[in-house]
């Protein structure tokens, strides 16, 4: 069955760079756009970036546009968010979820998801 | 675009009937699902584009609406179903309401 499990997270200093994983097993990443998408304690939900099936297109919201990127190991199946000059706001649960669509552009509708992994961004 | 939901908290008995609006800042055609969390755990993809059930998802939990006005409606709510609903529309790049938290009367 699908599962995603998310590693990587803890506490960094403001500045200073995090790189989060996620390991997915029941599915190929080849075959399905994947997101990252963060919680801050507390609050709502907000997407940070795609990855399109075929690896080569990605976004990113405006927020961490220039810091942050999302890239992937199909030899290992493994989702990653490379993230530089964390600040503060960054601080969140860190979500990679799965794209509704199989193949083709993604829906960005998100139907699985990892149990999320903690990043606290203090001095 | 911001997505706006009401109420915030709807206090709720089992067996009883759930109604929860979104609201977007400008048309979003059918590009709305709802999501519905429990506390530490991951969101659950309930609706996509406005009406459409998930893979799994009860029959009781039903979406309608398009444009800016979108209903959550859960026809009669069971134990596990209090929790926070969260709107997200995918017709700009993705973003989600503050959530309604239905929680017991």
């Known amino acids: 069955q699908v599962q995603l499990v998310e590693s990587g997270g803890g506490v960094v200093q403001p500045g200073r760079s995090l790189r989060v994983s996620c390991a997915a097993t029941?599915?190929?990443?080849?075959?399905?756009?994947m997101h990252w998408v963060r919680q801050a304690p507390g609050k709502g939900l907000e997407w940070v970036a795609v990855?399109?099936?075929?690896?080569?297109?990605?976004y990113y919201a405006d927020s961490v546009k220039g810091r942050f990127t999302i890239s992937r190991d199909i030899s290992k199946n493994t989702l990653y968010l490379q993230m530089n000059s964390l600040r503060v706001e960054d601080t969140a649960v860190y979500y990679c979820?799965?794209?509704?669509?199989?193949?083709?552009?993604?829906?960005?509708?998100?139907?699985?998801w990892g149990q999320g992994t903690l990043v606290t961004v203090s001095s | 675009i911001v997505l706006t939901q009401s109420p915030a908290t709807l206090s709720l008995s089992p067996g009883e009937r759930a109604t929860l609006s979104c609201r977007a800042s400008?048309?979003?055609?059918?590009?709305l699902g709802w999501y519905q969390q429990k506390p530490g755990q991951a969101p659950r993809l309930l609706i996509y584009?406005?009406?459409n059930r998930a893979t799994g998802i009860p029959a009781r939990f039903s979406g309608s609406g398009s444009g800016t006005d979108f209903t959550l409606t859960i026809s009669s709510l069971e134990p596990e179903d209090f929790a926070v609903y969260y709107c997200?529309?995918?017709?700009?790049?993705?973003?989600f309401g503050p959530g309604t938290k239905v929680d017991i009367k």
């Open positions: 029941g599915f190929s990443l080849r075959d399905y756009a």
């Open positions: 584009d406005a009406s």
């Open positions: 990855l399109w099936y075929d690896g080569n297109i990605k």
């Open positions: 997200q529309q995918r017709s700009n790049w993705p973003t």
């Open positions: 979820a799965r794209d509704q669509d199989y193949g083709d552009q993604p829906e960005y509708y998100f139907d699985y």
């Open positions: 400008q048309s979003v055609s059918s590009y």
